[in-house]
């Protein structure tokens, strides 16, 4: 699974670094059409891969045991934050600023933040 994603990672870093994405903004005008074709090729190398991973990933998920979930869900959870990808209803809960709300109150003890 992993070197599946590591392959498909490396093929479209190569395809930004290459010459192929320099090639669509060297003239005056933007090259839509084989702008196109290179989309259209990277996500038909997506799909033929995307099958295989997500069994293999499935095949993973499933082997592990209820703690090994939660601990996996909890790492993609910090993931997410760093990369600044959260979950509305994450986002709904905190304050203006990111932080919890002054009213908010611990549920284990009560006291407040």
Known sequence: ?????????????ALARGPEVARLIETDNFRRDEA???????IEALRATGPALVAAFG???????????????????????????EDQEERDTR??????????RDERDGEAF
Request: aromatic share 8%; glycine share 8%.
């Open 36 to 42: 196109q074709e290179l989309f259209d090729g990277q």
């Open 1 to 13: 699974m992993l070197e599946l994603l590591r392959a498909a990672r490396r093929a479209l870093k």
């Open 59 to 85: 095949d993973f998920f499933d082997a592990l045991d209820f703690d090994q979930q939660q601990m996996l869900r909890f790492a993609l959870r910090r993931l997410r934050r760093r990369s600044g990808r």
């Open 95 to 104: 304050g203006p600023r990111g932080g919890r709300h002054r009213d908010d």
